[in-house]
């Protein structure tokens, strides 16, 4: 019922304004007793286009009241009701066909819509002159190939270009509207033309306002002389206008066929490349695109040529680009899958703190890359002894995880082989060093501590000093002699110290990541602010006292990267 009402109102509205634009035609510009210059010719097809039937029935029904009131016989009127419908159906039909897959079928931006709307018109014309002299002649005696036959196919041609024309552009510019405003799209009413377009209307409108103006300026001359005779006369009038119509018409629009070949359709094609590459597609499909748009026009000898020969070098230059790329990449991943897996062998290999009843254990490490150069290792020895150790590779890295890995294997055989800490550093020291071929070395400090007596026996090569605490104490730098760095010097001796803990004291080593670490005005954490946080921290577990050592360290060094591996072993006795 919806659409009933709505198709009723749209039949009213395109049969008033046909009415209206129309009656006043018969009066004052009436040539013939059955003929007039009529502007309301081109309306059915244009209404047909716009709103289907009903508004080429609007037109028949308000034209057949204005032949009633002309006072027409029957025999005239009804048959031109039916000839109205027939002229402006067909070619509306034929016109939306041709227009089906546009979404915008008003549009006259290609010039092969200009040449189908003019041969429908042409077309139109001569089957509209046919079909109202037949009507004619059922009354009054006259031939088909007459000035009234040539007067009604003139009227027709001109108004269908002169009104039809402006009425498709102002048309495609409401749907246009539409179109952005159902798609979400900024709506505001604005004249968005392509340069083809531009071209178009630009002649088109160009070839009417110059035909009409011509026109008209010639009437007082045609007048002087055919004035008697009003079919002479506008059919003079007629015949200038419209030979100057299809003159200018068919003349631009052979130009503009060429300027479309050869300069819009390719600057159009070109403007599109760019929106290849925000297409959701493959990268190479993109560019596949890009070199299929250029390839026709890359023999232009034109400025188009030498713009469409610099898009396909890009093209072929980003191929290569983009293969290079992937290959780079996927050789990246590579790395990045094998420093992954490095990583998760590098954490397997460092053991967890040992639970030992009367003894708080707890160790971390934490590379400044994938993987580092800094470890850590407790284990017992037998029931009694606990060999502790912790120690720092020269460098970061790869190269200094793989020398890591070989410190702490032959480090640990050397301790469990019942070495004390200075013959397993001797030996260890020799064994590095005969094959140091890149200059590396490892500074360590090694202990076993007898967990049921509290006695420490521990080596050192040239690692950091640890921290101590002794009960209801305060951290303190430990008093403890250093020897050499492991691999620099074969043959090298260390020495054994021993250290006698009590129920309460606290160990804690370190590497030099946390003193050495920088912030972002390049100054160091040093050893008095990590003094500092141990002595807050004094109170709380190990573990804890680690974690907040290491946040410490974080917030200190802000934005500023991690420069080198930071490690830690701690240990309490309760």
Known sequence: MKNIHKYILIAVICGLIFFILGYPCRELFKISDTTEVRIVAALPLLFGISFGFFGILGCAIANLIADIISGYDAIIFIPGFFVQIIYGY??????????????????????YKNVQYMLIVILDSIASAFMVVSVIKLKYNEQYFSLLSANIFFNQFITMVVIGIPYLICASLICQHHIRKNHHEPSSFIFSFSLNEKFILFFLVSSIVISVAIGSASYPSIALKYGENNLYLWNYVYFFIGGLLNICIWVSLGFLFYMERTVTKPIESMSKIA????????????????????????????????????YKEMATELDDYVKN??????KQQKIQTELSIATAIQRAALSRPIEVEGIENYAVMRPALEVGGDFYDNFFIDDDHLALLIADVSGKGVPAALFMMVSKIVLKHNLQHGLSPAEALNRANDELAEHNVHDMFVTCICGILNIKTGKLVYANAGHEKPFIKHKDGEFKIADVKSGFVLAGMPGYKYQNFEAQLQPGDTIFTYTDGIPEATNEKDEEFGMERLQKVLNDAKDDSVRLMCRKVRMAVKEFSGKAPQFDDITMLSFKMK
């Open 90 to 111: 067909v070619p509306a039909v034929i016109w939306n066909h041709l227009r089906r897959k546009d979404k915008n079928k008003f549009k006259l931006d290609k010039v």
């Open 325 to 330: 790329l992937t290959e780079a990449t996927a």
């Open 275 to 310: 929106r290849t590459f925000g297409q959701n597609t493959d990268i190479y499909e993109r560019i596949n695109n890009i070199l299929q748009k250029c390839q026709k026009y890359i023999y232009f000898t034109s400025e188009v040529g030498e713009l469409a020969r610099s």
